[in-house]
C-alpha cells in the first residue's frame, strides 16, 4: 500500500496516488558522469525546439539536478521522523473565497479515497548508504492560511470546473492579477510560501531568474517534503484536485475561446511551467511535471473533440454539396465554422506540440522515477485518447525506449499502457512491434521483478492472440510453466493452455476432422476412464508440449550427473523435491480439466497402446486399422509418459489435499463428499499396483508411482477393514520394487512408502511382515559376500563385486532406518563360515574405508559402499541408544554383558572411523562422513550419559541402580585428545576449500594463539628451556612459509578449475562446499557442547582444551550467516540467553493459551518473578545439556560466570577471541555486507538504456 503522508491542509486527507510508492532516501540514479553544474538562469522558450537541443538541455538539467537532490533525497527518511517531533504551525482561520462560503459550514470528514487504479508498490530499494548526522529541517506542509486560487481549490469544496470558470471571470477583469494567482497556486502546491507578483509576470524574460531565487530560498527553508509525496492522509486527494481544477481551466478556456484568441496566455503559463519543470529543484520539477501531463492531457480531449467536429462539419458540407438546390448561404456558414474549427485544432495541436517538447521529452528520463512514471502514464493515455496524432512513431518510441527503465515500477507501467494500446490497436502497430518485441520477451522471460514478468506475459499473450509472435518466442514464453516463480507460472498457464489448445486443433485436422475424431472415439463413457476417448488427444498434446519444453531446457542446461558418492554421504538428495513438471502442474491443475481429472490420466496411462496384426478376418482388419488410427494420434512417444507420470503424481496429490481441506470445514463440501474421497483413495490404492507392474521396469518412472503412496490416505484403510487386502496388494509391489532395484532413488521412495505404512497401528503389524520378508533376502546376500570376501580389507574385489555390494549395503541402510533393526542385527548366523552378527559385519566394512593406496577406478565404489555401513552402523548404535534411555529412565536392570559387548562394538566403530579420516590426505567426501559420524557416535552416547546422571540424582533410586548406572560408564568415553590437531586440519581445509570458492580472505592466527598451539602445556623441562626462542620462531617461520606456498598453488588450481565450470555449475560447487562445512561445523559444535571432544579433562590441566573451539571462531564472520549461527552457539553465554527466551516464551505462549483476560492483569503484574524463574530454569537446562561436570564439587566454568560481577573470559570463548581481536566484529561484517551487495540496485546510466 502508499505509504502515509503528513496533513497537507486542515480539513482535508489523502492516502494515495497515481504515482508510484516514493523511493527511498539513496539516490538510483547512474546519469552522472561529471561534476554536477550549478543552475543557470536560461528561460526555455515556449516554441518549439530541435531535438539534439533538447536532449543536451535535459542532461544539463538532470547533470545539476543532482546536487540539490542530493540535499533534499538524503534527508527523506529523516522528514518522516522529524515530522512527527516538530510542532505544527497552527493553521490561520481561512478567508472565505465569496459570501456564500461564510455562511456554509465546513464539509464533513471523508472515508480516504484511494486515487487512480494504478497499483499499489513496494518502496523502490535504493543503495544503501553510510548514515549521516540528521539535519534539523522543517516538513513543508499544505498553506493552511492560504487564499486565493490555492483555497479555492483545496479548500472551498467546490467542484474544479466551478473554480476555473470563477478564475476565468477574474482573468477578464484582471489578466495580470489572475496569472499571478495560478502561478502563485502552483508554487503553493509545492511546497514554497514564497510568491511571485504581477510584475513578474509582466516582464516573462526574467521568469527563470525569479523562479532560481524562489529556488535559492526554497532550498535555505531545509524543505526535504512537499504535497504530491506527502505521506498523509487526506479527505480527497491533493494530487487529484490539482490535477482535476487544471484540466477543468484548459475546458473552460476551450469552451470560451480564450484559448485560440489569447495565445499571450497560454504562452505565459507555459512558460512558468516548461521553466518550473527544468528546475534542479524535486518538488517545483515534479509538481509543475504534474500540471503540465495534466493541461496536455486536457489539451488533447479538446482536439478530440474538434476533430470531431471537423468530421461532422466536413460531413455536412458534402452532403450540402450533393444536393440539388444549394443552400449558399447555409454551405457558406459550415464552411467559414469548418475553417474555424481548422483553425482551433492547428493551436490547439501546437499548444500539444508545445507541452510535449518542452516538459515531457526531458522528463520522461527524469532522474526521479516517481516522474518518470506518471510521464510513461500519461503518454499512454494521450495515445488512447488521440491516436490519429499520438500514434505515430515519433512518440510511440518512447513506450519502447521506457520499456528498459532502471526501475520496476516504470517498466510495469509502461507494458500495463501498452496493453491497453494493443488489445485495440495492435494490428495498427506493426513496426513497434516488430522493434520491440524482442525486448517484450525478453521482459518476461528475464526480468528481475516478477510482478514485470508477469505484466510482460500478459503484453505477450495479446501478441500471440494477434498473431503476431514468432515460433521461437512462443517457445520461450511457454517455457515459463515451468519457471521457479509460482506468480509467473499463473501468468503463463493462459498462454500455454492456448498452445494446448492450438495443438489439439491441429491433432484433429491431421485427423480427418472433428467428425473423423467422433467416430474413433465413439460416445465418451463417463466413469469408464480405462477406453479411448475424445479427452485423450488433450492429454497426447499436453504431454507433447511439456515433453518438447523440458527437452529444450535440458540442452540449454546441460548439467553433470550426480555422482553416486555424493548421494550415499548425503551431501546430494537422491530425489529432488520438486521437478519441472511437478512446478508446471500446481498451475495445470488449476486451468485444465484433464489434469485435475486424475481418474482420466491413469485411465490414459494404463490403457496398451500397441495393436495386434494376428488376425486376418475382416472385421479383425477393421478393428486393426482403428487401433493403428488411435495409436498414431494418442499414443504417448519417448518421455511422455514419464511427463504425465509426474504430473499425475502431482495431480494426486492436489486433489487429495483439497479433499481434505474440505474435510476439515474449509470448502462447503456436499453430503456425499466422504464417500467420495474414499472412493478416490480405494481407486489410487487399486491402481498403484497396476502402475508399478507397467512401469517399475525402469528407476525413472518407479520413483513416481512410488510417490503417489505418499498421498494416499492410509486412515480410510485403517477405517475400512475390508479393503487391507487392497493395501496388502500395494504392499507387495512396494517390496518387490525394493526388492528388484539397486537405484537409490527407488530404494528412498519405497523406503518413505514403508514408513509412511507403520504411522498406522491398524497397518503396522502387516507392513513390519513384509520389511521381515526383506530383512531376510537382504542378510543372506550379505551373508553370501562374507562367505567368500574378507569384509574388512579394501581393493579385494572387482568394479561389480564391490558395487554389488554397495547396493546391499545401501538396502541394509534403508531398512535399519525404518523399524528398530538391534534384534535382527544382534542375531548370529546359522554357518560357521559366517557365524558373526550383521552389525559386526558392517562395522567391519567400515575398515574398508582405510586408503592405503589410490585406485581412481575403484575409489568411488569402495567409498561409497563404506559411507552406506556407516550409515547401517549409525542407525544401529541409535535404536541400541533409545533401549538403554528406555531402561535407564525406568529404573530396568541392564546386564552387563550387554553393556560389554555394546562397548566393544563401539570402541571397534569408532577406531575404525579414526582409520578412514586418519588415512586420507585430502577432504574427500568420506573422510568428511565419517568424520561427522565420529562426532554422532560421541554425542550420542553424551545424551545416554545426560539421562544416567538425572536418574542418579533421584534420592529414592541413588542406592538401588548406582551399580547398574555404572556399568555405563565404558559407553562415555570422549574422542581421544590426540586426534584433536587432525579434527582441526579437517576443519581447516573444509574451510580454506570454501573461502577459495568464495574468493574470501581467512583470519591469521592471533600471536598468543600461535604460542598456545606451538606450546601447549604450560610447563616444559629444563633441556626445552635451554633452547634459544629464534630457532623456534624460524622453523615457525619456514613451515608457514610452505604452508603458504601449498595453498597458493591450491588456489591456482582451484581458479583454474573454475574457470571451466558454467555459471550454474559454480554455484552448485559454492552451495555444495558451504553445506560440507556447515554439516562439519554443526557436528563438531555439538561434540565440543556435549565435553566429548576439546574439553578439560576432570582433576587435569588445561593442556590443549579449548583450542578446537578458538579455531573454528576464527574465522565464523569471514564466510556468511550459515557458519556464523552455526558456530554462535560455542557462546555459552548466547546459547543460555536462547535457551532462557525459548523457554519463557514456550511457558508464556502456554499460560496464555489457558488464561482468559481476568488473568492478564495478575500475569503482567509479577514480570520479574517470570523472567527470574525463566532464566533459572534456562541456566539449569543449560548446565544440564551442555556445561555439567563429572565432578559435582567444581564449578563449572558458566557458573563461575554467573556467579563473578565481572568474569574473566573463558579461554577460546567468544569474549576471549573479541578481547585478543581474533573474532571480527559481525556488525562490521554486516555492514561491509550490505555495501557489498548494495550496489547492484544503483541505478545504471541513462546512456546505457534510455535515450534515441
Known amino acids: 500500500m502508499s505509504p502515509s503522508r503528513p496533513p497537507l491542509m486542515e480539513t482535508s486527507d489523502n492516502n494515495a496516488t497515481s504515482s508510484p510508492a516514493p523511493t527511498s532516501s539513496a539516490r538510483r540514479s547512474g546519469r552522472v558522469t561529471k561534476a554536477p553544474a550549478k543552475f543557470t538562469p536560461d528561460a526555455p522558450a515556449a516554441t518549439k525546439r530541435k531535438r539534439n537541443a533538447e536532449h543536451d538541455d535535459d542532461d544539463a538539467e538532470n547533470d545539476s539536478a543532482d546536487e540539490v537532490d542530493d540535499a533534499s533525497d538524503a534527508n527523506d527518511d529523516d522528514a518522516e521522523d522529524t515530522a512527527t517531533e516538530e510542532p505544527r504551525r497552527a493553521p490561520k482561520k481561512k478567508k472565505a473565497s465569496s459570501q456564500s462560503a461564510k455562511s456554509r459550514k465546513p464539509p464533513a470528514a471523508k472515508k480516504p479515497k484511494t486515487n487512480g487504479d494504478a497499483p499499489a508498490r513496494e518502496p523502490i530499494h535504493a543503495a544503501q548508504l553510510p548514515s549521516r548526522p540528521k539535519k534539523s529541517v522543517r516538513i513543508a506542509i499544505a498553506q493552511g492560511d492560504a487564499d486565493g486560487l490555492y483555497a479555492d481549490i483545496f479548500a472551498s469544496g467546490d467542484s474544479s470546473d466551478k473554480v476555473a470558470t470563477e478564475w476565468y471571470h477574474k482573468y477578464q477583469a484582471d489578466d495580470a492579477a489572475a496569472v499571478t494567482d495560478l502561478v502563485n497556486c502552483i508554487l503553493l502546491s509545492a511546497g514554497c510560501d514564497q510568491q511571485v507578483t504581477q510584475d513578474d509576470i509582466r516582464d516573462p524574460e526574467n521568469c527563470s531568474n525569479r523562479l532560481a531565487d524562489l529556488q535559492n530560498v526554497y532550498t535555505e527553508e531545509g524543505i526535504t517534503d512537499y504535497p504530491l509525496i506527502s505521506k498523509a492522509k487526506f479527505t480527497k486527494s491533493f494530487r487529484d484536485l490539482l490535477i482535476s481544477f487544471f484540466r477543468s481551466l484548459v475546458t473552460v478556456l476551450h469552451e470560451t475561446d480564450v484559448l485560440y484568441k489569447d495565445i499571450t496566455l497560454m504562452e505565459n503559463i507555459a512558460r512558468w511551467v516548461a521553466s518550473m519543470s527544468s528546475s534542479t529543484l524535486r518538488p517545483f520539477r515534479h509538481t509543475a511535471t504534474t500540471v503540465a501531463l495534466a493541461m496536455e492531457a486536457a489539451l488533447v480531449e479538446v482536439a478530440k473533440k474538434l476533430d470531431d467536429r471537423i468530421t461532422k462539419m466536413t460531413q455536412q458540407v458534402d452532403a450540402e454539396k450533393g444536393r440539388k438546390g444549394k443552400n449558399k448561404d447555409r454551405l457558406a456558414v459550415i464552411q467559414k465554422n469548418l475553417e474555424e474549427a481548422e483553425q482551433n485544432r492547428q493551436r490547439c495541436q501546437d499548444h500539444i506540440t508545445d507541452f510535449f517538447e518542452t516538459v515531457f521529452v526531458h522528463r520522461y528520463r527524469d532522474i526521479d522515477a516517481r516522474i518518470r512514471t506518471e510521464c510513461v502514464e500519461a503518454l499512454g493515455t494521450w495515445i488512447w485518447l488521440l491516436p490519429t496524432f499520438f500514434m505515430e512513431p515519433e512518440y510511440l518510441r518512447y513506450l519502447g525506449w521506457m520499456l528498459s527503465d532502471p526501475t520496476p515500477q516504470t517498466r510495469q507501467e509502461v507494458l500495463k499502457q501498452l496493453a491497453r494500446i494493443l488489445k485495440r490497436d495492435a494490428e495498427k502497430l506493426g513496426h513497434f512491434i516488430d522493434r520491440f518485441r524482442p525486448r517484450l520477451v525478453e521482459m518476461a522471460t528475464k526480468d528481475a521483478d516478477v510482478s514485470v514478468r508477469v505484466a510482460a506475459v500478459s503484453v505477450i499473450q495479446i501478441l500471440k492472440d494477434t498473431g503476431m509472435l514468432e515460433p521461437d518466442e512462443i517457445d520461450s514464453i511457454g517455457r515459463l510453466v515451468f519457471d521457479s516463480e509460482l506468480r509467473v507460472r499463473r501468468a503463463v498457464i493462459d498462454f500455454f493452455a492456448g498452445c494446448v489448445n492450438d495443438s489439439i486443433e491441429t491433432k484433429v485436422e491431421d485427423m480427418g476432422g472433428a467428425d473423423a475424431a467422433d467416430e474413433l472415439f465413439g460416445d465418451d463413457e463417463e466413469d469408464d476412464y480405462f477406453s479411448p476417448r475424445r479427452d485423450w488427444i488433450s492429454i497426447k498434446c499436453l504431454a507433447e508440449l511439456l515433453a518438447a519444453y523440458e527437452a529444450q531446457l535440458e540442452e540449454e542446461n546441460q548439467t553433470l550427473p550426480v555422482r553416486g558418492l555424493d548421494i550415499a554421504v548425503e551431501m546430494v538428495q537422491a530425489v529432488a523435491p520438486e521437478t519441472r513438471i511437478s512446478l508446471a502442474s500446481q498451475v495445470l491443475y488449476e486451468k485444465i480439466d484433464q489434469v485435475k481429472n486424475w481418474e482420466l490420466l491413469s485411465g490414459y496411462l494404463l490403457h496398451d497402446h500397441t495393436t495386434s496384426t494376428k488376425s486376418k478376418s475382416k472385421s479383425a482388419s477393421k478393428r486393426t486399422s482403428n487401433e493403428v488410427a488411435l495409436k498414431n494420434a494418442v499414443a504417448p512417444e519417448g518421455k511422455e509418459e514419464s511427463v504425465l507420470l509426474e504430473v499425475l503424481a502431482s495431480a494426486v496429490r492436489l486433489s487429495l489435499a483439497s479433499a481434505s481441506e474440505a474435510d476439515r470445514g474449509r470448502r462447503k463440501q456436499r453430503t456425499d463428499a466422504g464417500d467420495g474421497a474414499e472412493d478416490s483413495a480405494v ?125 546391499i549395503l545401501l538396502k541394509v541402510s534403508k531398512l535399519t532406518s525404518i523399524a528398530d533393526c538391534v534384534e535382527v542385527l544382534e542375531a548370529a548366523g546359522q554357518t560357521e563360515d559366517s557365524f558373526d552378527a550383521v552389525i559386526k559385519l558392517l562395522i567391519r566394512t567400515v575398515h574398508r574405508g582405510k586408503l592405503d593406496q589410490v585406485d581412481e577406478a575403484l575409489d568411488d565404489l569402495e567409498d561409497e559402499a563404506v559411507s552406506y555401513a556407516i550409515q547401517a552402523s549409525h542407525f544401529y548404535f541409535m535404536w541400541k541408544v533409545r533401549t538403554l534411555l528406555t531402561a535407564v529412565q525406568s529404573s530396568t536392570d541392564i546386564p552387563a554383558l550387554t553393556v560389554e559387548r555394546l562397548s566393544t562394538l563401539r570402541k571397534t566403530y569408532a577406531n575404525n572411523l579414526i582409520w578412514t579420516l586418519s588415512s586420507r590426505g585430502t577432504n574427500d567426501e568420506l573422510r568428511l562422513f565419517a568424520t561427522g559420524a565420529l562426532c554422532d557416535l560421541h554425542v550420542l552416547f553424551a545424551s545416554l550419559r545426560e539421562a544416567a546422571k538425572q536418574q542418579q540424582q533421584q534420592p529414592l533410586l541413588q542406592n538401588q541402580n548406582y551399580h547398574s548406572l555404572a556399568l555405563l560408564e565404558p559407553l562415555f568415553e570422549p574422542i581421544q585428545t590426540g586426534l584433536t590437531n587432525e579434527l582441526i586440519e579437517i576443519y581447516n581445509a573444509a574451510e580454506r576449500a570454501y573461502a577459495r570458492c568464495l574468493k574470501r580472505t581467512l583470519n591469521e592466527p592471533a600471536a598468543d594463539e600461535r604460542r598456545r598451539e606451538n606450546n601447549p602445556t604450560t610447563t616444559s623441562s629444563s633441556s626445552d628451556q635451554q633452547h634459544p626462542p629464534e630457532d623456534d620462531d624460524d622453523d615457525d617461520d619456514n613451515k608457514q612459509d610452505d604452508e603458504e606456498e601449498e595453498e597458493d598453488d591450491e588456489d591456482e588450481d582451484e581458479a583454474a578449475a573454475d574457470a571451466a565450470l558454467s555459471p550454474t555449475e559454480r554455484k552448485g560447487k559454492e552451495l555444495k562446499l558451504e553445506r560440507a562445512l556447515c554439516e562439519l561445523a554443526g557436528k563438531l559444535v555439538l561434540a565440543v557442547l556435549a565435553r566429548m571432544v576439546d574439553h578439560q579433562p576432570a582433576g587435569g590441566g588445561r593442556g590443549g582444551a579449548g583450542k578446537l573451539r578458538r579455531r573454528m571462531v576464527r574465522n565464523q564472520a569471514k564466510l556468511g550467516g550459515n557458519l556464523r549461527e552455526t558456530v554462535g552457539f560455542l557462546d555459552e553465554g548466547r546459547l543460555r540467553e536462547r535457551i532462557a527466551a525459548a523457554t519463557a516464551a514456550a511457558a508464556g505462549k502456554k499460560k496464555g493459551g489457558r488464561g482468559n483476560k481476568g488473568k492478564q492483569g495478575a500475569a503482567a503484574a509479577a514480570p520479574a518473578k517470570k523472567k527470574a524463574a525463566a532464566a533459572e530454569k534456562a541456566v539449569a537446562l543449560s548446565e544440564e545439556i551442555v556445561v555439567a561436570e563429572d565432578d559435582e564439587s567444581e564449578l563449572s566454568e558458566i557458573e563461575i560466570e554467573i556467579e563473578e560481577a565481572e568474569p574473566e573470559p573463558e579461554e577460546g570463548s567468544m569474549e576471549d577471541l573479541r578481547r585478543r581481536e581474533l573474532l571480527d566484529d559481525p556488525i562490521e561484517e554486516d555492514e561491509e555486507e550490505a555495501e557489498a551487495g548494495g550496489g547492484g540496485d544503483k541505478m545504471d546510466e541513462d546512456g546505457s538504456v534510455l535515450g534515441d
Not at 691 to 701: D, I, P, R, V, W
Not at 738 to 748: I, M, N, P, T
Not at 749 to 760: C, D, G, N, P, Q
Request: glycine residues 4%.
Open 683 to 807: 481407486h489410487l490404492a487399486n491402481i498403484i499396483p497396476r502402475l508399478l507392474n507397467k512401469y517399475g521396469a525402469e528407476a525413472s518412472t518407479a520413483v513416481v508411482v512410488l510417490r503417489l503412496e505418499h498421498s494416499l490416505p492410509l486412515d480410510i484403510f485403517q477405517q475400512l477393514r475390508q479393503d487391507s487386502s487392497t493395501y496388502s496388494r500395494l504392499l507387495d509391489e512396494i517390496c518387490t520394487q525394493f526388492d528388484r532395484h539397486v537405484d537409490r532413488g527407488v530404494l528412498a521412495e519405497a523406503t518413505t512408502a514403508l514408513l509412511h505404512a507403520r504411522k498406522y497401528d491398524e497397518l503396522e503389524e502387516m507392513t513390519d511382515n513384509k520389511i521381515a520378508e526383506l530383512w531376510e533376502t537382504v542378510i543372506n546376500a550379505l551373508r553370501h559376500f562374507d562367505k567368500t570376501q574378507e569384509l574388512g580389507n579394501r581393493g579385494n574385489m572387482e568394479a561389480p563385486a564391490i558395487t554389488q555390494l554397495g547396493s
